[in-house]
């Protein structure tokens, strides 16, 4: 999914890593941190942690070259919409854990209106985009 990403989205090199978003209550199953709920930065992408030797299989995506990921623990009370998509996304495939990136192409500022996501979306190789409850394909 990283070469995916890279390639059809973000136009960048390969090595760079991505962020993964799990939910709290998971967190420690999945990455090597204590008492995740209490860790506030864990929520805005500001560790780098490892991911636990046994779950790297699971997570080939988001586990770095070094074994880590820069985290982001996702709450149910502060996004209670993010934290349902990871939990859904968990009960189907077993894993609460999704790949999370910037949204704007290389070289570009990041998406901050509807018609810079538009746009990017048109400008890249993504499949679809959804805005608030809108789903637009390509």
């Known amino acids: 999914m990283k070469d995916i990403v890279n ?5 960048r090199e390969p090595f760079r890593p991505f ?15 204590s008492d995740a ?16 030797k046994e779950q790297q299989s699971h997570l080939p995506a988001i586990t770095h ?3 880590t990921g820069r985290l982001q623990t996702v709450f149910k009370e502060t996004n209670p919409r993010y934290h349902r998509l990871i939990q859904k996304f968990g ?3 077993g894993v609460p854990v999704l790949l999370n990136t910037s ?5 570009e500022a990041i998406v901050n209106t509807p018609q810079n996501a ?7 190789g993504m499949d679809a985009l959804i805005l608030q409850n809108t789903l637009i394909t390509k």
């Open 91 to 93: 009960e189907v495939t």
């Open 37 to 52: 709920q209490k860790h506030y930065p864990a929520r805005f992408m500001l560790y780098v942690t490892p991911v636990k």
């Open 7 to 11: 390639i059809k989205i973000k136009f």
């Open 65 to 67: 070259a070094d074994g």
């Open 103 to 107: 949204f704007n192409l290389k070289g």
């Open 19 to 33: 962020a993964p978003s799990v939910i709290q209550e998971e967190c420690e199953k999945y990455f090597d941190i």
């Open 118 to 124: 538009y746009n990017t979306f048109m400008n890249s």
